[in-house]
Structures are given as C-alpha cells and as structure tokens.
C-alpha cells in the first residue's frame, strides 16, 4: 500500500466515522441498561452455542458498526449472564453503574500504560488521590500507600509475596530452595484465593492451615494461636495470616483485633481480605466492620464488588510499601527515569502495565458522593435483613448464618426432613427451579457442610420487588426435589 494510499483510507477509524459509531454504540449501551430487567437473568445457551454462531475466519474486509452491534443482540446478548440485572443475587451481587461505565470508557480512549509516573503522571497521580479519598471514606489510615490491581486474588498474592519477603527468606535471589518450610494460616471460610497464593508462593496447600470457624463462621483466634505455636515447635515458618471481612459464603467477619494481637505476639505479617464486605464501612453505622484493621500490614478491598465501580477494580492498602519494593522492585535500563521522587506502580508489584481503573472509581465518587454510596450500601442491607425476616417467619425455611452486611444464607427445611442428604437433594433441585425462572439468580454455598442458598444484595437495581420474588419463588419451589 502506498503511504498516499494509507493516508486516504485513514490509519484508524475516521474521526466522524468514529463520532457516528460512539453515538449508535453509546445508545445501544444506553439501552441495554433499560432492558437489562426483562431478559432472563442467566443465560440459556448450551456451550459451544455462542461460539458456534461465529464465522472459523475473521473478515477479509472490514464491516460496519451495525453489524458488530447486531451480532451483539443475536449471539451476544442471549449468552451473557446479567450481571446488571435487578434479579442478580447470585455470588456478589454488583453493578456496573453509570459513571463507572462512562469512567471505563475515557480510559480505553486515553489508553495509557501507568507502569511509571512518567508514562502517565496523571495515572499515577489521580489513583493515589481516589484511593485516598477511599481510605478516609472506609475509616482507614490516611498514610497508606494504596494501588489498584486487577483482582483481589492479584492483591493477595502481592501481599503474600511482600509477607514472605519481610519473613527474611531471600526468596528473590535464591528461590526456596534449603529455607525451613513456610506456613500461612487463614480461617476455614477463606476464599480460594488464598489457597491460589499458597501455591503460587511456592507454601503449598498443605501448608495454608485453615483455622476452624465458630458458629457464626469467623476464625477461631484460640485455635490459631495453637496452630503456630504447634509449627513453630516442629521448626516450620510462620509467616502471615490472613483475616477475612466478610467471608465468601456467610459474610462473616473474623475478629481482627484478637488476630492483629496474635500475628504481634508471634511476629506475623496480617492480611486483610476485605474484598466485598469492606465497601459497607463507608457507612457510619457498618465502620466497626474495619476494627482493628489500622493494624493490619495490608488490606484488600474491591470496588468492583460493592461499590459500584465496573470490574475489574481491586484496591490493595499497605501500611508497609518498603517490604513490596524490597519483594518486588525490579528496574530493567529500558524502564530508568531520572524525574526524581516519584511513585513508579510498577515498583510495587509484579505486573509492569496497568490500565487507567482510578478514573471509573473517581467518577463513581464524584457522581453519587460519598453518603449516596453509603445510603445504597445501607439500602442493600435492609433488603437483606428484610428477606432475613421473610425465611425466619416462614415454617418451611430456615437460615444458616447471621446477616451481617448484604447475604443471606437459607434453606428449606420442610417439617420434619432431618436429613441432609435429602435437604441437599431437595435444595439443589429448588435451586434449580427458582433460575430456571429467569427472574432472579441465586447461588448456593455449604455452611458446616450444609447446603444452602445464598441471596447476595448488592446491584443499584434490586429492589424490594426481586427480593421478594426471589423469596416466593424459593418457597414456591418447595417439594421439587423431595421423594
Ligand atoms: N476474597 C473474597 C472474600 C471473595 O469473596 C472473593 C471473590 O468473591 C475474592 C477474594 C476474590 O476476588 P477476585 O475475583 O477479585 O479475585
């Protein structure tokens, strides 16, 4: 191709091309969001379905935007799960809310690298400044360094990788080669992740020890402290704990303050995993949520679970950003600048790119203000305590777990079905039922190995209409699995 040629067609869309297809696509999204509530809220495709309905090559010639957007509501559409949908209560309920969408957009369009200051001053810059802002909204210290990764799976391996490194085990130049084995200690309603840590880390599974949880599911800080000093006693390493706020299946919080006192008793780095129900803090009246947690080494909370923020947007807080640039600092000549004293991201993890996610986040602040978050979080919390109600006045149902934020953990319990085996039979099928509706979307989970349903409150959609539905299709579905 000649460069006149090249010139001609135009190296990229063209600017009014390009202004037409952001308006048609901008009014496709617009209405997506508005009908979003009318479609079954988990897919129906049977796998291979979507894929099926694309072409083996790609175009030989480009097509225009009305085809992409077309192909958006014939193959596209019918095979997502709704996450935006009012009805999804399934796993964590969350939003893709308006100025996260909008904020999402400009950094695409900016599409900046923040690997240094340098490569995007203002990167940098604006997300030290919302993550500032996010800390004093949760109650947090005002002097941490934050940074923004993509998950809070990322996040805790990072403050893993920084735990190890301050444990003293020259693991960066000599692997682990000859140290004593190292161990980590989390409750038994941890999150997968950091299992993933411990294998990623090199600690291996046997040795994450999962702490046995009380009746209400948090972490038994007795038992903890027996668990190190029995590893301590046979020569292994102890070397962090994690702490949950807000576990995964009950919401449960561990108490942090007992467990920040064993980690300074045995010397232990401790991680806090506060990757949904840490958002609630920005309310007065759920701060205790985050007590004890200024003593924390390192925090993890995401936004793009409860605070509207679209994913991905996970925020890693620590009070220690020497030990990460000491785990995990590493400067190339390609990558030296000489702009003096600066923050380089790059310096405190182990991915070098990163994308612009501060400024969906700063826009989500901008636009519902800090009580507006609050006062949807609290929204979310009343649903939540009000089909708590619902289940606890219902003879055919019971719950499992306390509702600490926004989850709420039940079952069927038909009179006088003791078995579990047959409760498990009975709940799975009423499971089934109650998303085959396509009005609502639940999940399930096992508390002390009891199979339950989980309803997670937390999409700016819900209401009080799916909550309820969402309840009398349960109740309605009672006796689908029962012999
Ligand atoms: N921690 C907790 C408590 C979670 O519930 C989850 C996911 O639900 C994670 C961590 C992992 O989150 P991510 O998908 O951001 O890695």
């Known amino acids: 191709m000649s460069s006149e040629h090249h010139e001609s067609l135009g190296a990229d869309m063209g600017s009014e091309e390009f202004r037409a297809a952001l308006q048609r696509v901008g009014e496709w999204v617009a209405a997506y969001r508005e009908r979003v509530g009318g479609m079954p809220v988990l897919s129906r495709v049977r796998p291979g379905e979507v894929g099926a309905g694309i072409p083996d090559a ?31 209560m399934a796993y964590f309920g969350i939003s893709g809310s308006g100025p996260g969408i909008l904020g999402e957009l400009v950094a695409a369009a900016f599409n900046v690298n923040g690997m240094l200051w340098k490569t995007s001053p203002a990167l940098t810059e604006v997300e030290q400044a919302v993550l500032r802002w996010l800390a004093s909204a949760l109650g947090l210290p005002s002097d941490w360094f934050a940074m923004i990764a993509d998950t809070a799976s990322t996040s805790t391996l990072v403050a893993l990788a920084a735990a190890r490194e301050a444990a003293g085990v020259a693991v960066r130049e000599r692997g682990l080669a000859g140290s004593r084995p190292l161990v980590m200690y989390c409750s038994e309603e941890a999150h997968s992740s950091v299992d993933k840590a411990g294998i990623v880390l090199g600690v ?32 292994r390493m102890p070397f962090a704990v994690v702490a949950t706020v807000g576990t995964t299946s009950a919401t449960a919080v561990d108490p942090v303050p007992a467990i920040a006192d064993a980690c ?3 010397g232990l780095w401790l991680h806090v995993d506060a990757a949904y129900a840490g958002s609630a803090a920005i309310a007065p009246e759920f701060r205790w949520l985050l007590e004890g947690c200024e003593r924390a080494d390192s925090l993890v909370t995401n936004p793009h679970k409860w ?59 901008r636009h519902f203000g800090v009580d507006g978050i609050a006062e949807r979080i609290r929204e979310h919390c009343r649903l939540a305590r009000t089909l708590a109600e619902w289940i606890d006045a219902e003879p055919g149902m019971e719950r499992l777990a306390p509702v600490t934020t926004s989850v709420v953990c039940f079952r069927l ?25 396509g009005e609502v979307f639940l999940s399930h989970t096992k508390l002390k190995g009891r199979f339950c349903l989980r309803a997670a409150i937390g999409n700016l959609q819900t209401g009080e209409t799916q909550v309820r539905r969402a309840f009398e299709l349960t109740r309605g579905a009672a006796g689908a699995g029962l012999v």
Not at 217 to 231: C, E, K, N, P, S
Not at 330 to 354: A, C, K
Request: with cysteine.
């Open 58 to 88: 790609a175009p030989r010639e480009g097509e225009p935007v009305e085809a992409w957007l077309a192909d958006l509501d014939r193959l596209v559409v019918p095979g997502l799960t709704h996450w935006n949908h009012p009805g999804f």
């Open 204 to 235: 291996g599974l046997e040795n994450v020890r999962r702490i046995p949880s009380d009746s209400d599911f948090r972490m038994r800080v007795d038992l903890l402290d027996a668990a190190i000093r029995d590893d301590l006693a046979v020569g």
């Open 264 to 266: 300074r008793r045995h």
């Open 307 to 365: 605070l509207f923020t679209p994913i991905d947007c996970s925020v890693l807080y620590t009070r220690r950003p020497e030990v990460f640039r000491a785990a995990l600092s590493l400067v190339p000549e390609y990558l030296r600048t000489d702009v003096g004293e600066v923050v380089d991201l790059m310096d405190y993890s182990f991915q070098l790119g990163r994308r612009f996610r501060a400024l969906k986040l700063w826009w989500v602040f």
């Open 413 to 437: 319990r038909p009179h006088g079905v003791d078995d579990e085996g047959e409760l498990e039979r009975a709940n799975r099928a009423a499971l089934d039922a109650v998303n085959a509706s």
